[in-house]
């Protein structure tokens, strides 16, 4: 019946010394014991604990196309070469090279970052965040296995370097590894250079893929009869995957408002505030993992750590650390656990606690986090290995 762990943590009855990671959260625990967060008997997408999927994004595409057509979606793959717009300045029809004009109600633009429906035929301006998220490229290189049965991890590894950071996730038959970094902090030569020095011995003779973004969002991100749904949108950066949220959180929301065939002012208004009240907060959130950072003396991440913060970021961050207590708003996609996480892990501390913990008496206090601490315990011994769980997927699928 608590509001939280974290006052109690924070009252040290929490296995003083522990960090909050450790002491309040299982998902450290079973992920250092090289389990998986679910049993073969639990149901589907469901678990012991809270978890999320490593895919093969270009496989898994190919999966949701599949299961599109058998619902009697008509699939049809062609270049667009040009956006025809009507009287009121809304996308009339599109004219392609394979399919000839394709003409709809409405029009969802999954362009990717050139956004060539809602930015170059609608107009709709994009919002540069390049001034507090600094990365704007990423050199990947997939990394095959030595052997089929190396150990996958369950997590991603996620590590700091002199301009950026890499990320090392685990699939079936390979890493993904890439290295996201600032071109002004470093060029692509050397950031190929330290990915490959990160892989070790297995990086020789592998191809790298090199990636240029630009950080930012559309504040329209519905406009007229055309909703941008991933890239065309806005992309954040890659740290904490966000960008997989956002597509679905972009079709969540179009479902719940969509519109008539005059596409109701009222529905987009309301889709873009929500659309960019999701950018706004998770923006935040990942500019607190950069400038939380300290210990690290390169010019990246000395200007990361000593740049201006968004008002909203500040204004939080100065609650927590009066109060100990964050003011999420109800959609927000990173919850209090992950909040307190990063800024506990990052050594912000908070002054104060929640005084609804005072209800509990400490002889109290100290047997229920006691109580926590046996269950993740427990929670560590009797998962299956990762692996295994990895191995009994495949047999149920085939």
Known sequence: DSPELLPYWLLGAAAPGAAFAEAATMQQHVADASRAPKRRTDSEYQGRLNYAYHFDAGRFASLLAEHGRSLGVQHQIA??????????????????????????DLYIDCTGMRGGLIGDALGSPFRSTRDTL????????????????????????????????????????????????SSRHTDDSRAEQVLRQYIGPAAENLNARLLKFETGFRPEQWRKNCVAVGLSAGFLEPLESTSIHLIQSGIAKLLSLFPDCDCDPSLVERYNQLLNADMDTIKDFLILHYHATTGKDEPFWVERHEMSLPSSLTEREGHYRRSGRLMLETEELFRDASWHAVLNGQGIEAGDYNPLADALDSATNVAQVRQIAKVIARAARTLPFHDEALAQAMERTG
């Open 79 to 104: 270049h667009v070469e040009k956006v025809e717009l009507d009287e009121q300045g809304a996308i009339a029809r599109v004219i392609t090279r394979e399919a000839g004009s394709l003409t709809a």
């Open 134 to 181: 600094f990365v704007d490229r990423a050199v990947a290189i997939q990394v095959p296995y030595p052997r089929a049965d190396t150990p996958i991890p369950s997590y991603t590894i996620s590590t700091a370097h002199e301009a950026g950071w890499t990320w090392d996730i685990g699939l079936q038959a390979r890493r993904g590894v890439g290295y996201v970094y």
